[in-house]
């Protein structure tokens, strides 16, 4: 398993925590810090300004085309949360609406809805799953009606590996007045997504995750119709002018009007040079390397698989009955192994009714490599034949 006593392969880091974040390319770093070096050199706002094609253009088209988007329905954000918290809150509701969310709904999304419920009276609903995890489409096509105005479905939950169709899904909501919103956090770079296919209104995504950009972005498609009914209540300078004392004008309606105009320069760059890689690799072709992961864990002797679900990614969740998650986590760590503890009140509806308050969550990604998954499984069953000596 080492080379010279060091743990992982031949030495090297064993990264399965790009469900958390992924390693940033070469390319990426040079592009950050090639631009702090700039604005240390010559000044933010002057570094801004040469790189204006790239800040105002190039990261809007590049996104548009991995997303399948038209450039001016997608916007920039410092993380998917913000970006969900953009749209979501500021839709005009009531009382006599209804919200779909799945039991693999992020908290963070939770607490938004929770508090659009509180401040307009319409009711959540959670869509019920299959005796497997499945979520029951039959149950969504029997029960879809015009009262129902939001359905909110996380593709890849961050607790657990299940795919989710959104696809499906989408057919299915598409002759009703909902708004379909797709949690995309995950899945975004880690399998093939395409807004026209999916046929929602909102995705919103993470760019450190498995596009491999830097931490601080998120992105978000927003369909015209979606941006028409939203109670905006603010527009920030880039898109907005006031002409009196009293009045603004709007300059901007695309997407872009969601966002703020203040954002970190180095950021935007290495995002755009993280898609620039993504749109120019093979980034989807490690199916062998997924079916190793969930096979490692699931012959690991002690272990319970959290994975509802036919169709499963590259993320793994797991739990020992006497082996704390953060105790495992830690000595694989120890070993040069990156995992991740995950609590169950981040994904609370379906955590919850199973009793996971914590667990051990892999992921990999197209760096990852089969030898790696070995590295991992010899690690993991050392673990777990250590038992809990803390």
């Not at 390319?27 to 010559?42: K, N, Q, S, Y």
């Not at 709904?105 to 659009?116: H, V």
């Not at 770079?189 to 395409?194: K, R, S, T, Y």
């Not at 296919?197 to 498995?210: H, I, M, N, S, Y």
Request: aromatic share 6%.
């Amino acid at each position: 398993m080492a080379q010279n006593g060091v743990p992982g392969v031949g030495g090297r880091l064993v990264h399965l925590n790009t469900a958390g974040a992924g390693l940033m390319p070469e390319t990426v770093r040079e592009a950050m810090i090639a631009c702090v070096e700039r604005e240390a050199a010559l000044g933010c706002y002057e570094t801004e300004e040469s790189l204006d094609d790239l800040l105002q253009g190039e990261v809007y088209r590049r996104l548009a085309r991995v997303l399948g988007a038209p450039v001016e329905d997608v916007a920039l954000f410092d993380s998917a949360t913000r970006a969900w918290c953009a749209v979501v809150p500021r839709l005009r509701l009531g009382a006599s609406d209804r919200v779909w969310v799945t039991p693999y709904e992020y908290a963070g999304n939770l607490i938004s809805l929770f508090s659009l419920r509180d401040r307009t009276g319409c009711r959540i609903e959670v869509v019920p799953t299959l005796p497997g995890g499945d979520l029951d489409l039959e149950w969504m096509a029997a029960n879809i009606s015009d009262d129902v105005a939001l359905v909110s479905v996380t593709h890849i939950p961050s607790g657990c590996g299940i795919v989710n169709p959104v696809e499906e899904i989408g057919r299915i909501l598409a002759p009703y007045r909902c708004f379909y919103a797709v949690d995309a956090c995950q899945s975004i770079g880690q399998v093939p997504l395409d807004v026209s296919r999916v046929g929602c209104q909102l995705l919103t995504g993470a760019g450190r995750k498995f596009i491999r950009g830097p931490r601080g972005t998120g992105f978000a498609y927003v369909a015209p119709e979606l941006r028409a009914v939203l109670a905006t209540d603010f527009h920030d300078l880039h898109v907005a002018h006031v002409d009196s004392p009293t009045r603004y004008r709007i300059t901007d309606t695309s997407a872009r009007g969601l966002e703020l105009a203040e954002r970190t320069t180095a950021a935007v760059a290495g995002l755009n040079a993280a898609l620039a890689l993504h749109e120019s690799g093979t980034p989807f072709g490690h199916g062998d390397v997924f079916q190793a992961l969930y096979a490692t864990v699931a012959d690991t002797p002690g272990i319970e698989l959290i994975a509802p679900g036919e169709v499963q990614s590259g993320i793994v969740s797991f739990r020992h009955a006497e082996i704390p998650a953060d105790v495992i986590r830690r000595r694989l760590g120890e070993r040069r192994i990156n995992v991740w503890k995950i609590t169950g009140n981040h994904t609370p509806l379906y955590m919850a009714r199973r009793g996971v308050e914590t667990a051990v969550r892999a992921s990999v990604h197209y760096y990852n490599t089969l030898e790696e998954i070995d590295v991992f499984g010899t690690a993991l069953r050392e673990v777990i034949d250590a038992g809990d000596d803390r």
